[in-house]
């Protein structure tokens, strides 16, 4: 059987201020004191029953400022904004990017192989797709990582450069990163995406040109900053070659030497093969992945170098066991449309200007990055998707590093501010670094490191009293300044170990949660407008700094005043 989706369904947004639900939201609001302290004396069964998991994720909800009537009320909203409607369309296939008319079909890209029934979607048939793409990486990352593939002049393998931008360079390298441990012992990846020069240059400078691969990933192999890099590299490789006398002073060979050192991953495989590369090592994907939702198709491939097919997969399936999480999860226990709803509480109801994703794993510190692209570029927008205006406010700053070295820079803030700032705190049980502390009579460092992840959540719930703090014989000036209000709301995310499969389990959680927010504030989380203008300006000053009179005197007074700058202080 084949569900053919190719059925735009999609109805217009409601306005979630007049829904029931919003009212008696704000209603509750007026009513309710945050009181943690008290909510959790009166009910002991708070964190239990707060707490949920997702696949291998335990999520511990109770510290967030909600009673039972609160979550009852965004179940509501929920409800009566259409959320669970719109959800299950995106995993349809309909066109729920209505300002692009595309699918939104990220969800496709971790289908187990022969999942059933087939997804067929404007006439394609999806799943097929999807695993004869992802086969084509595998022998790929195969080749690399077994020496198969050599270089021009027959050399192993061993740099990877990814070069994108964006969703085409968040995810690998925030995935890389995070999977260090899994990467193949010779293998290295790094990551090139700022047209800053600095950064082509910093990246490839003590390369060996016969044993670095570059791999130019673009959705739509237009994008400026990474067809610049892409020729530098290009550059950079003919003339490192050439200098190490491995390459003849012919066209053939160049192109000889493009097509062992370059591989592409875009949607535009013409454009591909425009730019020189051999069609035959160019991965594709598909117009229903958006950039930031893309980390496991095709845009993937330096991570599947690094880390292997199997491990991949690992990562595939733990995106998969979420997704059906979200696809079929009762509301009540549904843990991205809970907190996605947590989210929408906090801005539209708590004044909640920001976000904060602190993760203590040293080995997640571009997952608070890679965050802001997906929650910001989706859900940055002051229209919905019928093309009328919001009606409240929409998308909170994400924003965070990894704990402990948070605590030590801007936790004074969350702690102490005058603003509601909710905090993901993310932790793994087990450490991919055992160390004990031997000067420290053998201490265990990684539980150390878990006594702070716990103290801070607490120390945010539960705060200090001024007389618990006049009780430690402090100066009663000084009382006011060192009382800690408490009420300050948490999620707690744990798992037993940063696995493949985990990482992908946090980042389809994240995926959802930006979901959830969107479809209650009816705006189209899937297309990025507004990067438009400041990428045509640029296009258009360009000329204005090479010597075009004419347009460095058609740019306004500010702007024409900073070129100017710029033109006299340049030193060459
Ligand atoms: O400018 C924003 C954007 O379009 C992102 O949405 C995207 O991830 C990034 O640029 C890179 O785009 P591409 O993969 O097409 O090079």
């Known amino acids: 059987?084949?569900?053919?989706?190719?059925?735009?369904?999609?109805?217009?947004?409601?306005?979630?201020?007049?829904?029931?639900?919003?009212?008696?939201?704000?209603?509750?609001?007026?009513?309710?004191?945050?009181?943690?302290?008290?909510?959790?004396?009166?009910?002991?069964?708070?964190?239990?029953?707060?707490?949920?998991?997702?696949?291998?994720?335990?999520?511990?909800?109770?510290?967030?400022?909600?009673?039972?009537?609160?979550?009852?009320?965004?179940?509501?909203?929920?409800?009566?904004?259409?959320?669970?409607?719109?959800?299950?369309?995106?995993?349809?296939?309909?066109?729920?990017?209505?300002?692009?008319?595309?699918?939104?079909?990220?969800?496709?890209?971790?289908?187990?192989?022969?999942?059933?029934?087939?997804?067929?979607?404007?006439?394609?048939d999806v799943d097929a797709d999807v695993q004869a793409e992802l086969g084509k990486v595998f022998e790929f990352a195969d080749a690399v990582r077994s020496g198969r593939w050599t270089g021009v002049t027959g050399k192993r393998i061993t740099h990877v450069v990814n070069i994108g931008i964006g969703g085409s360079d968040l995810g690998p390298v925030m995935a890389y990163e995070a999977l260090k441990p899994y990467v193949q012992a010779g293998l290295e990846c790094r990551f090139v995406s700022n047209i800053d020069p600095t950064d082509v240059a910093e990246t490839t400078k003590d390369l060996d040109p016969e044993t670095t691969l570059f791999i130019v990933a673009s959705k739509t192999f237009g994008t400026l900053e990474t067809l610049t890099n892409a020729r530098l590299a290009r550059a950079w490789l003919w003339r490192e070659l050439s200098a190490a006398g491995a390459l003849q002073d012919s066209d053939e060979a160049r192109r000889d030497a493009v097509a062992q050192h370059f591989v592409a991953v875009s949607t535009a495989l013409q454009k591909v093969a425009d730019f020189g590369i051999d069609p035959a090592n160019a991965f594709g994907f598909w117009d229903w992945v958006g950039g930031r939702y893309s980390v496991d198709s095709a845009i993937g491939t330096s991570l599947a170098v690094a880390v292997g097919p199997e491990a991949f997969r690992e990562f595939l399936a733990g995106f998969h066991a979420v997704d059906e999480h979200f696809r079929t999860t009762e509301p009540a226990r549904n843990v991205p449309l809970l907190m996605g709803l947590l989210n929408v509480w906090y801005v539209n109801f708590l004044g909640a200007h920001t976000h904060a994703v602190l993760p203590y794993s040293q080995y997640l510190h571009r997952f608070a990055a890679y965050l802001q692209q997906l929650t910001m570029e989706s859900n940055g927008k002051s229209v919905r998707y019928d093309g009328e205006p919001v009606t409240t406010d929409t998308g909170e700053v994400f924003w965070?590093?990894?704990?402990?070295?948070?605590?030590?820079?801007?936790?004074?803030?969350?702690?102490?501010?005058?603003?509601?700032?909710?905090?993901?705190?993310?932790?793994?049980?087990?450490?991919?670094?055992?160390?004990?502390d031997e000067a420290a009579d053998g201490a265990d460092v990684h539980a150390l490191f878990m006594a702070n992840f716990f103290a801070q959540t607490k120390a945010l719930a539960f705060g200090k009293s001024a007389e618990e703090v006049r009780a430690e014989g402090t100066a009663e000036d000084v009382v006011p300044a060192r009382v800690f209000s408490g009420n300050r709301p948490t999620t707690s995310i744990m798992a037993p170990s940063l696995t493949p499969s985990v990482l992908g389990q946090l980042i389809a959680l994240y995926e959802h949660v930006t979901f959830v927010e969107g479809a209650v504030w009816g705006i189209d989380s899937f297309d990025q407008w507004g990067v438009e203008l400041g990428k045509k300006l640029a296009l258009e000053i360009a000329p204005a700094l090479t010597g075009d009179t004419a347009a460095l005197d058609a740019q306004d007074p500010s702007t024409g005043s900073l070129i100017r700058y710029y033109l006299e202080h340049r030193a060459n």
């Open 1 to 124: 059987m084949s569900e053919d989706m190719n059925d735009d369904r999609v109805s217009g947004p409601v306005d979630p201020t007049t829904t029931a639900a919003w009212s008696a939201l704000e209603a509750h609001r007026e009513a309710t004191t945050p009181d943690l302290a008290g909510w959790f004396a009166a009910d002991p069964q708070r964190a239990r029953r707060l707490s949920l998991e997702v696949g291998d994720l335990f999520v511990d909800l109770s510290k967030n400022l909600v009673t039972d009537e609160t979550v009852e009320a965004l179940l509501q909203l929920a409800e009566q904004t259409g959320v669970l409607a719109r959800r299950d369309a995106m995993f349809a296939g309909e066109h729920i990017n209505v300002t692009e008319d595309r699918a939104v079909l990220h969800t496709a890209l971790r289908r187990p192989p022969g999942a059933s029934p087939a997804l067929v979607v404007d006439g394609q």
């Open 400 to 436: 965070g590093e990894p704990g402990t070295n948070g605590q030590h820079a801007f936790y004074q803030l969350i702690h102490q501010g005058t603003r509601v700032i909710p905090a993901d705190f993310i932790a793994f049980a087990t450490p991919a670094h055992p160390l004990v």
